[in-house]
């Protein structure tokens, strides 16, 4: 039965020893300690069919949330995310990505030190696609300067790694993390072990010997996008995670609008993710430049190389041309969603964070297509290229954020 009191109510059981179960708190046992596992555990106190009572209680009891310090670290870590992203981009725009040529966990962290150990290095550099193609005139000067590019996003990997495991398993071992956060903190750090040996598999498709191909040496695109998309999956994962465990929910009305204007912001985020992917096929294939010029591609609005491969699928993906066509259509697709979106918010009454984030939404969308346009007209100048690489970051971000706005409050 049910008995009011101050500070709560309290579920009493018609049983021998008088235990209590204060709401929201785990059943105890009637000695005083905490539910036995077992009935063979709970000794003469407990008879099996008491135990299964205690055990129905345990489940049904309401779960304490997480602490918040579990919300900021997952902030923390998708902060080193988007680092390793960032560093990842202009390692590209470099091209830094071949200049370690082989990948040890521990060993490499030390870096070469005397001009023995770096003309050892360079050497080992000299034996690969990129040297002998691209790159036979380099200096150990220059080899310096990319090989350092390449281990400062390999060392900011572990640092991401040690940030998501370290924490964890404090977190785990302090008993601060629920069933389903223990399955999503170990779904986030398998992903991140993941990340490191998709990243070594990515690089190990440009040191490959291709004697049937003409083009210069890189890593494969499809391995590249499938690199930069499981980046952008731990980095969404962890971002909102965070902001649904730091920022409280608002409790709006569930009408026909707002249920609208949270399936459309949705898939305005998606639509954000995948344009994002596809600038990994655009940055793989140096897509970027092909035709400098905008609105129009050269003198057409749709090139006439677009279909140029055999068989036609194979464009969409290998086709630099068609590539960077798709990449354009995406974004504008993307910046018109966003202004739609934008739009039919001013329609409902939203609290004032909420409206924050769409009008961020807006502004943030119309800089990046600022910062594409540019890139573009001006030949991917690096600086300019990484700014824009970093804006779609800031974007998918903005979106996740508004999402977490609108998320429906459990009932």
């Known amino acids: 039965m049910l008995r009011a009191a101050r500070g709560g109510a309290r579920l009493l059981l018609p049983a021998r020893g008088g235990a209590e179960v204060r709401a929201g708190s785990a059943p105890v046992h009637p000695t005083g300690t905490s539910c036995p596992a077992s009935p063979r555990s709970a000794g003469p106190s407990l008879s099996p069919q008491r135990w299964l009572r205690w055990r129905l209680l345990q489940q049904a009891a309401p779960r ?11 902030l923390v870590c998708s902060g080193t995310v988007a680092g390793a992203v960032v560093l990842g981009g202009v390692t590209r725009l470099t091209e830094s990505g071949l200049s370690m040529v082989d990948w040890h966990l521990v060993k490499e962290m030390k870096p070469p030190r005397t001009q023995q150990e770096w003309e050892a290095e360079f050497q080992k550099y000299q034996q690969f696609p990129e040297f002998k193609f691209l790159n036979h005139d380099m200096t150990l000067r220059e080899f310096k300067f990319i090989w350092y590019m ?32 223990k399955g999503c903190v170990l779904a986030l750090c398998g992903l991140v072990c993941f990340q490191g040996l998709l990243g070594w598999y990515m690089v190990k498709s440009g040191l490959e010997e291709k004697p049937d191909s003409y083009d210069i040496p890189r890593v494969s695109q499809y391995r590249l996008a499938a690199h930069l998309g499981s980046a952008l999956v731990l980095y969404s994962a ?34 954000i993710f995948l344009t994002a992917l596809s600038g990994a096929f655009v940055a793989g294939l140096d897509a970027g430049l092909v035709y400098n010029s905008f609105p129009k591609m050269g003198e057409r609005w749709i090139p006439d190389d677009i279909l140029a491969f055999s068989p036609v699928l194979k464009n969409i993906f290998e086709n630099p041309t068609t590539v960077q066509f798709d990449h354009r259509i995406l974004g504008i697709a993307s910046i018109t969603a966003i202004t739609a979106l934008y739009l039919f918010s001013r329609k409902i009454p939203l609290p004032r964070r909420t409206r924050m984030a769409v009008t961020s939404l807006l502004a943030v969308a119309c800089v990046q297509v600022g910062l594409g346009i540019s890139t573009l007209l001006l030949y991917v100048p690096t600086p300019l290229a990484a700014t824009h690489q970093s804006g779609s970051l800031a974007l998918l971000s903005v979106a996740l954020w508004l999402m977490s706005e609108l998320r429906r409050v459990p009932k």
């Open 64 to 74: 304490a949330a997480a602490p918040p310090a579990v919300g900021r670290w997952l």
């Open 150 to 181: 390449e281990y400062s996003h390999r060392m900011w990997g572990r640092v991401v790694g040690l940030a998501y495991i370290l924490p964890a398993a404090y977190f785990w071992r302090k008993g601060w993390l629920s069933r389903p956060m």
């Open 238 to 271: 962890s971002l909102w995670t965070g902001l649904s465990l730091l920022l409280p929910q608002h409790k709006l009305p569930e009408t026909r609008q707002l249920l609208r204007l949270r399936q459309f912001a949705h898939g305005t985020t998606a639509l």
